[in-house]
């Protein structure tokens, strides 16, 4: 049988890595084994089911017009299944409670599993694990840019039992997949000018996550993670879930720390915060996003800061306990192919990572042999990742470059086309 010619690329790339001591096939295993989650909301703007046609809130702005926007929920598990049929190895898909699948009229402080039985059912069939979101947005309950803070106690009271409801259903998800449900909560609430009283919304935020936690959930079927954010939309001046406030939450409740790559002052890196958290922290999430200037959630592209959080996390041995999901949303281009480029950049990236000599370059760091140290990272940038990358691909039975574009174009034509 004659190898293909991916299969001949690999084979050299295989014999330049093992002369510095990696071994491209374990690589692949471990590759293989890494499971993103991949954000629903890319496929429809975030909109969601619950009231599509409602107005984005919360700092949120999805800006574009492209044409094909899923519109129900069987279009976006269509969409989603499209996307996952382009992308290498066995995935994740991270649902907001504004997505549940049902005909009933229920509000998010009534939601329960059955409304999500639908999502369950589809996961079951293609084999993909489901994590979740309460989503504290996009509702009239959302009063002058306020929920589990608010001063209004009959507002806090409608967002805690969403949230308590929602980890019920993220408990659901876990128990029939039988893979643990990572469940978000992000909580937007801020003021647009300077507050006189940064304390008492904080000290109010507290207390309702305290209330929501209170039921205890098995973790083997549901985990718990909060997300800090700078400032958003509407909220410029001040944030009441700041990254110190949930680092302080997550480090004393016990609770995962996720961050946010779009989610801190434009200079900061989450790359560099992964090490510490990975020492004190329960667990770290990762949404893989990309600022541009502010939280902007563009689609993740292969960029100094996707390349060095993969680098942490291989290096810190963090496979098995972080959980890497992706968040932007972008209307101006066709979706599929907006998930497509970031799971695979994503990917991408690790593989990178994984293919350094780490335990040889951290021998030489040791030994002070700096200028060896930096003569080595420079010369792996030229080393053909790509073509383990695309034999990935290939034993993964997904296009392999740009021939996945095509597929994406094809889809287009034929399905997102006739959407409008």
Request: with cysteine.
């Amino acid at each position: 049988m004659v190898e293909s010619a991916v299969k001949q690329a690999y084979e050299v790339a295989k014999k330049r890595y093992a002369a510095i001591g990696v071994d491209t096939d374990a690589v692949l295993k471990k590759l293989q084994d890494v499971k993103i989650s991949m954000h629903c909301w890319q496929g429809d703007d975030v909109h969601g089911f619950w009231n599509a046609d409602g107005e984005l809130t919360g700092g949120i702005l999805s800006t574009g017009n492209y044409p094909g926007a899923a519109r129900t929920p069987e279009e976006l598990r269509q969409d989603i299944e499209k996307a996952y049929s382009l992308i290498p190895g066995k995935h994740k898909l991270n649902l907001h409670a504004i997505y549940l699948d049902t005909d009933e009229k229920v509000d998010l402080d009534e939601i329960e599993p059955r409304h999500f039985k639908k999502w369950v059912d589809w996961a079951k069939e293609h084999q993909v694990g489901l994590d979740f979101n309460p989503t504290f947005f996009s509702h009239p309950m959302m009063k002058d840019g306020f929920t589990l803070a608010s001063p209004d106690p009959k507002v806090r009271a409608f967002w805690v039992e969403h949230g308590k409801r929602s980890r019920r259903v993220a408990e659901y998800f876990g128990k029939e997949l039988g893979e643990t449900c990572y469940t978000n909560f992000w909580v937007p609430d801020g003021f647009k000018d300077n507050p006189v009283d940064r304390l008492a919304p904080r000290k109010r935020l507290m207390e309702s996550l305290d209330d929501i936690f209170s039921e205890h959930i098995d973790e083997r079927y549901n985990k718990d993670a909060v997300e800090s954010k700078l400032f958003g939309i509407g909220a410029e001046a001040y944030t009441v879930g700041s990254h110190e406030f949930y680092m302080g939450y997550g480090l004393t409740r016990g609770k995962m720390i996720l961050l946010d790559a779009g989610h801190f002052h434009p200079t900061e890196t989450i790359s560099n915060k992964l090490s510490s958290l990975a020492l004190f922290s329960k667990g770290v999430m990762l949404h893989v996003s990309r600022p541009v200037r502010w939280d902007s959630d563009h689609v993740v592209i292969m960029d100094d800061e996707l390349q060095e959080i993969a680098k942490e996390i291989v290096r810190n041995d963090l496979l098995d306990k972080a959980v890497i999901g992706l968040d932007f949303f972008d209307a101006t281009i066709n979706r599929i192919a907006a998930w497509v480029v970031g799971m695979r950049n994503t990917q991408k990236a690790l593989l990178k990572a994984l293919l350094e000599p780490t335990e040889d370059l951290r021998t030489i760091e040791l030994e002070q042999d700096l200028t060896k140290r930096l003569v080595v990272t420079e010369e792996l940038k030229d080393f053909p990742y790509a073509d383990v990358w695309n034999y990935f691909c290939e034993i993964n039975g997904v296009p392999v470059g740009l021939a996945w574009y095509n597929e994406v174009k094809a889809y287009e034509e034929q399905v997102l086309s006739k959407r409008n």
